[in-house]
Structures are given as C-alpha cells and as structure tokens.
C-alpha cells in the first residue's frame, strides 16, 4: 500500500522542519560560572590614549584543571552591549571613535564546558582623539630645512593654532595672507585653511636679510618672498612664476569684432589689431613689442590688461582662483642665535626623529616616525 500525500499536507511538514530547525539553530549553549577559572589582563595601553587603535593581551588558567582548553570572551562598553567569542589570547580595537571617551575592556576565560570566569579582568581608558586625527598627513624634505602637510581629508580644515613638534623645536602655525594685493596697507592676516586634498608648505628662513649670518650675501639667503605667509592664486604669475601652482595663462580676449570696432572708432591702429590677435600668455611680449613700436595707445590697452589687478578683477570669482598650496615661512632659531645670527639649521633631525602634528587643543593629528 502507497502513502499518498497531498500538497497541502506536505508544505505542512516542510514548514513543521523549518521551524524546528530555525529553532535548533537559534538554541544558545548554556553558560556556568566557575569559581576556580581566573582571567589576567598582561599588557594594555595607557590610561589616556590619543590614538584611535588599542590592543589587549590575556591569559587564563582553571586551578582545578591545569590543562583545561580555554577560549575567551571580550566586551568593549559603550560599543559592545554583549560577549564577543575569542580564540587567541589577544584583541586589537581599530578606528575608535574621535572625541574623549571612557571605555571600560572586560575579558573572561572559558572553557570547552562554557564554564566561565563570573569575574572578568576590567580595564578602564580614555581616548582623547583629535576630531582632524589622521586627516592631514606630513611629509618631510631630505635637506630638513621644510616638510609638508597634506589635507587627505574632503572638508576643509583650518591649521592656524595648530603645533609641529619635532625633537628640536616646538613651532605654531600662525596666519596668513589670502587675498594678496600689492597696498601693504590692505594686507589681512586671516586663518590659514587647507582646502580639501590641498596642503601647506613649511619652510625655515631666516627673518630678514640683516638677521643672517655676519659677511653672508642677503642675496643667498633663505627669506620670505613678501615678509608673510600667503596663498597664491590665478594671478601670481603676475607677482612671481615660482608660485603660479596653476600653470595658467592669462590670455587677451579680445574678439575680432571688437578689434575690428577699435580700429574703425581710430582707437587702435591697424598694426596694433593685428599684434592684439596674437596674443600672449602674460603679454610680455605684446608690451615689449609695442614699446618697440612706439604704439603708446597700444601699449595703454596691453598694460592695462596684463597686470595683478585687472586679473583679479577678471577671474577671483573663479572656483579654482586659488591655489591648494599654502606657503609658511618660520625662522626655526632661539633669540639667542637670532641676536648672534648663527646660520639656521635643519628643524627636525635626519635619523631617530619623531615628528607630530597636534591641533589648537594639543590633541595628536599625526605623527611622522625617521629611523
């Protein structure tokens, strides 16, 4: 005889075994106490870390059993509620949260019975994290004389209070010119602020050229280009081509229909149109040829628009008007060696050096290790 099963009865028996074996699968072992298990934390970090990365490492032993197989079970509050299965006697934390935060490590031996230590080793620490903690990198030059920060971050991020402490100074991140114009007495120092993916340049010079060392020619020395720390921009080829970071020209556009007006107004003359047609990157070579021509009306226009100004007036608004490069410069020597103009000397050493990077509160940013 054949035992028939409807369709209706045998979706009844799939769904009564998928029950049961959900069920089974959820069933958690059953966890005992015992008393002769101890748990002993070995190495832990500081009780104040700055850091976003702890390790821990453990040991345990069952009194009664010498050779019981222990495992472990770790809990990190606030950020883990419950037990964490371990099976080596170390635990590593990474990407804690940045801020200051008390974390309390609890860990606890257990054995192959779920025998467990009912009192687990603690440990407690803080974390003061800076909120920018390894957003902006360093990099270091070969001679020591300059390093630089990189902003790895996309926000914005403003370094002015900021502190670079290597073993043999401790320097401040001061202000800076972003808005350069040549009327000193328009000069406004503001905060320097490292655009995202941008950075900043540090380089040691001297103060001035009378501050050098005695019978050296100032013409040599290591010094600020303007007396500030500056931002360049667009125009800077204008003011110096070291810094024009964008490669950019600044050509005179000037369409033939307007210069084909000029010409019939008797504005320019016709020599003049065909030389404004080809126009130049900074137009150096269109203000000395029309020199050369004696053209003063064409001259006029040329240098009225090749200079600082006019291009800033053209193009500030651009979105990518300033560089992503800020330049800062710093005399690295005590005021003893400044009154007795001793050379500058490389700020941080070339072997066995420890770099650091802290923000405005002295909390570590980053860190840069030489062997």
């Not at 800076?130 to 630089?148: A, C, N, R």
């Amino acid at each position: 005889m054949k035992l028939k099963i409807k369709n209706k009865d045998l979706l009844l028996i799939v769904l009564i075994f998928i029950v049961l074996g959900f069920s089974f699968a959820q069933q958690k072992p059953k966890f005992r106490p015992n008393r002769n298990i101890e748990t002993i934390i070995q190495s832990a970090p500081p009780s104040i870390i700055e850091t976003n990365q702890v390790t821990f490492k453990f040991s345990g032993v069952n009194f009664r059993k010498q050779d019981d197989k222990l495992r472990f079970q770790t809990k990190l509050w606030p950020l883990e509620k419950g037990w964490q299965d371990n099976y080596s006697n170390e635990k590593t934390y990474s990407n804690l949260p940045k801020g200051k935060n008390v974390y309390l490590f609890y860990v606890r031996a257990v054995n192959e019975k779920n025998e467990y230590d009912p009192f687990p080793a603690v440990y407690v620490f803080e974390t003061r994290i800076s909120p920018f903690y390894k957003d902006v990198s360093i990099g270091t030059s070969y001679d020591g004389m300059s390093l630089t920060l990189y902003n790895d971050s996309d926000r914005e991020i403003n370094i002015t209070g900021w502190k670079i402490s290597t073993s043999k100074l401790v320097f401040t991140i001061p202000q800076g010119v972003k808005n350069f114009t040549y009327d000193i007495n328009k000069i406004k120092l503001e905060d320097i602020v490292l655009s995202a993916r941008g950075r900043a340049i540090i380089q040691a010079v001297y103060s001035s050229a009378t501050s050098g060392p005695i019978g050296s020619d100032w013409r040599n020395l290591p010094l600020s280009p303007y007396g500030f720390n500056f931002l360049p921009n667009k125009c800077f080829l204008y003011v110096n081509k070291n810094f024009n970071d964008h490669y950019a020209c600044d050509y005179l556009s000037i369409s033939r229909e307007e210069l084909l007006q000029m010409v019939l107004n008797g504005r320019i003359s016709s020599d003049c149109a065909v030389l404004l047609s080809s126009s130049d990157c900074d137009g150096s070579w269109l203000i000395r040829r029309t020199i050369e021509r004696g053209d003063l009306r064409c001259q006029a226009i040329v240098e009225q628009w090749y200079n600082y100004n006019s291009c800033y007036q053209r193009k500030s608004a651009d979105s990518d008007f300033f560089s992503k490069i800020w330049r800062i410069y710093f005399d690295p020597r005590n005021e003893d060696d400044k009154k007795n103009r001793k050379p500058i000397e490389r700020f941080f050493r070339d072997r066995f050096e420890k770099i650091m990077l802290l923000d405005q509160n002295n909390l570590l940013v980053n860190s840069y290790e030489i062997y």
